[in-house]
């Protein structure tokens, strides 16, 4: 048997499938997101079916790396996973992958819900001498509108710049974001007992998008 049949046979119906979704969903958003209108076209069939081929020729990469046995190379990695400091070792790592996009960002993205929460923070615990919890609404989750006002409207006052506040928030957020994510991964590895490049290539994955 050569290469490629091995290649095929170690797909599975999800691949085909996922990789169906995904090449529609990358095929149609492109126009969505410019027009925010859906039009049918020759175009989008053409370029769904390049896309659906792609995915299927990287699962198919994907699956015969996985499956194949490990080398020297991943070591190393899998010290790491057994270590006894794992999950922060791993939060670390990701997170100065991370630290090139926060610093291109600064002093982070804040969208309308966000600045939401920050007015319901300062209208309880800056308007006067009493703390108004009826301006906490459950709109928000409270415990983490409290957290984000309690990071960024001290620093702001206290630096005067509310920039300085906002990345503070931004890299707590981030390093918060990537401890929950090696939780995940030394789960996966420990107790549900995934091999070490699955894992692996969830780390990168964390790590790229």
């Not at 095929?8 to 499938?17: G, M, R, T």
């Amino acid at each position: 048997m050569n290469k490629t049949k091995k290649q095929y046979l170690l797909l599975s119906p999800w691949d085909f499938l996922i990789s169906l979704l995904m090449a529609i969903m990358f095929s149609i958003s492109p126009d969505f997101i410019s027009t925010g209108a859906f039009v049918f076209s020759g175009k989008m069939i053409i370029l769904g079916l390049l896309y659906f081929i792609a995915f299927l020729l990287l699962a198919s990469l994907l699956r015969s790396w996985l499956s194949a046995p490990n080398r020297k190379g991943f070591v190393f990695w899998q010290k790491i996973l057994d270590g006894k400091h794992a999950i922060l070792t791993l939060s670390l790592l990701m997170f100065l992958l991370w630290l090139p996009v926060l610093i291109i960002f600064y002093p982070g993205t804040v969208l309308n819900e966000s600045w939401g929460q920050l007015s319901q923070f300062v209208n309880t615990f800056y308007s006067g001498h009493a703390v108004r919890f009826q301006y906490l609404r459950d709109h928000h989750p409270v415990l983490t509108t409290v957290f984000m006002g309690a990071v960024i409207v001290p620093l702001a006052n206290l630096t005067g710049d509310l920039q300085i506040g906002l990345f503070t928030y931004t890299l707590i957020q981030s390093l918060l974001t990537c401890l929950a994510f090696s939780c995940t991964l030394v789960y996966m590895y420990r107790t549900l007992k995934v091999g070490t490049r699955f894992v692996f290539a969830a780390f990168l994955l964390y790590s790229l998008l």
